[in-house]
């Protein structure tokens, strides 16, 4: 057995710390299962009691090698002892880990400009093809989101995103995303021929001043529940952009790094977008990130126009070298395409029994649960939701949640056959429960 809870959680010091953060800290970030992690290895989470739980959330889909992988944990050591920062100069980690995600991208993909987080590098990819075209509307899609400073949230298709910040950057256009299961145009996915993707010339037509740079997406739409288009419509995407010059950027903060069960999602459907967003896996929990992108694009800007204090630094550099060596040498990619297999497909079973489980989606060991008050309304039920998140923490399980009703299902990707077999055991007996 890999979980193991003692007595009623919250326990007295994860009790304790709760109430000073609650009392000393912003109080602006989610909340969650009532716990305060304490250490974690591979997948398994202790908490302050000395509680262990199986960890479902990769720490918000961070680390994908699992917690403390000691050949991670080994890089990071001799990196920190050596040198720690260098702002403006070369360093063998950095320019070896460009080199090597070049290599592991689109042929089209020839520059790499390293950040420190997802939403810087989505802000640079928005600063560089307004640039490169002169040009300064962003097309962007209902429900996406792509990070939180002020470029990438005016083009978030998430109201909580923005709500009450004041006047966004100019130049947001925001169309439809293909949400199978709560279609804007109330169609069927059988039978709508992605009607959605149709739809992008009117929505261009009415809100474009003819002067769309770019577009940007997910390619599953993580914040907003772990929602996946179908398949062909991101390949039809990126022609529809490329026939009206449009730059196609495709943010993969969440998805790449073996996570749906290729090292960069853009391989399922063999997209070439002209700009690639890094984040979280890439130093799966060391903070790093990275922009992807062509050499006509990045060259028009200049030395310096462009830069970031952290960004590449040698231990994040050295981090990311051996990510991909562990994702290389233990085939995670596969991992998560048989275990997250394995999961889903226990899950919807689960789902036929049960009236609040509204739909079960995902690909490789990102899975969304999205809970409703019955499967007839497929009205979101957030207080439901939180419930089962609580239940399935007492039993030894910690999972996350967006969107108010949804649960993400997003183990590292290390997790065993085993370890997933008891953590879907555990949610079965929390399910049967409502």
Partial sequence: ???????????????????????????????????????AQGVIITDVDGNKF?????????????????????????????????????????????????????ENLDRCFFTVTGSEATDSALRVVRRATGRHEILSFYGGFHGRSYGPMSVAGKTGTKRKFGP?????????????????????????????????????????????????????QGSSGFIFP?????????????????????????????????????????????????????????????????????SALGPGE??????????SSAAGLAVLDIIAEEKLPENALKVGAYMKERLQKVQEKSQILGDVRGRGLVIGLEIVKDRESIEPAPDITMEIIRRAAQEGVIMGRVAGNIIRVAPPLVITMEQAEEAVDILERVFAQF
């Fill in 1 to 39: 057995m890999y979980a193991n809870v003692k007595g009623q959680l919250p326990g007295p010091l994860s009790k304790k710390y709760m109430e000073e953060s609650a009392k000393y800290e912003s109080g602006t970030t989610s909340q969650q299962a009532p716990i305060v992690w304490d250490s």
């Fill in 54 to 106: 199986i960890d479902l959330t990769s720490g918000v889909l961070v680390t994908n090698v699992g917690h403390c992988h000691p050949k991670l944990t080994a890089a990071i050591q001799r990196a920190a002892g050596r040198l720690m920062n260098c702002y403006d100069f070369p360093t063998p980690e950095r320019v070896t880990l460009a080199k090597r995600l070049v290599e592991a991208t689109p």
């Fill in 168 to 220: 966004v950057v100019p130049g947001s256009i925001l169309a439809p995303y293909p949400y199978c299961f709560r279609c804007p145009f109330k169609k069927k996915p059988e039978s709508c021929g992605m009607f959605c993707l149709e739809f992008l010339d009117r929505v261009v037509e009415a809100q474009s001043t003819g002067d769309i740079a770019a577009l940007i997406i997910e390619p599953y």
């Fill in 230 to 298: 179908p398949d062909g419509f991101l390949k039809k995407l990126e022609q529809w952009a490329k026939e009206r010059d449009i730059i196609f950027i495709l943010d993969e903060v969440q998805a790449s790094f073996g996570r749906t069960g290729k090292l960069f999602a853009l391989e399922w459907e063999g997209l070439r977008p002209n700009v690639l967003c890094l984040g979280k896996g890439i130093g799966s929990s060391v903070p790093a990130a990275a922009m992807l992108t062509e050499t006509r694009l990045i």
């Fill in 306 to 315: 462009m830069s970031s204090t952290y960004g590449g630094n040698p231990v």
